[in-house]
């Protein structure tokens, strides 16, 4: 994706989540709104302690409490993903590309890699549809060791 492509899809999200806060009677506050720019602004997979650490360097305060509730707004907006890589806590994107990718997690450097696959997506279409489903979205994280750390250290 160009970088204008981009820039038009975070602003598109942006305005979509200000309209869920108009429809559900939610003010938009400053920092409902920074926290959502942080999260809907990057391709990364954040944890509620970046966003917070982002929100500072952007030099505006939320405190957790209102970080983890923005968080859950956004997630029921179905603006963002919750993800659960196992370590003890949930990271959250932007769902744009969400539909596109999944995840490979090393299990001993924690490295996340993200990958396509048009096979993957025809065999759960046709999964869904044999348990008499229309599949909608779907997520798979496959963990493994990775190349690094399989060779592990140099010599
Ligand atoms: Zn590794």
Request: proline share 2%; hydrophobic share 35%.
């Amino acid at each position: 994706m160009s970088h204008e492509s981009d820039a038009a899809a975070i602003e598109a999200d942006r305005e979509a989540f200000r309209s869920y806060l108009r429809d559900h009677n939610l003010p938009a506050t400053a920092q409902r709104l920074v926290i959502a720019d942080v999260v809907l602004g990057t391709d990364r997979h954040l944890s509620a302690e970046d966003v917070a650490t982002e929100v500072k360097a952007r030099g505006a305060s939320a405190g957790t409490a209102t970080v983890y509730r923005t968080l859950d707004v956004l997630v029921r907006s179905g603006l963002v993903v919750e993800r659960d890589f196992g370590e003890g806590f949930k990271r959250y994107e932007a769902s744009r590309g969400v539909p596109n990718h999944e995840h490979l997690i090393c299990t001993v450097c924690g490295r996340v890699t993200e990958f396509r696959d048009e096979r993957l997506e025809r065999m759960t279409t046709l999964l869904a549809e044999a348990h008499d489903y229309s599949r909608q979205r779907h997520r798979l994280v496959i963990y493994g060791l990775c190349g690094d750390c399989r060779r592990g250290p140099a010599r």
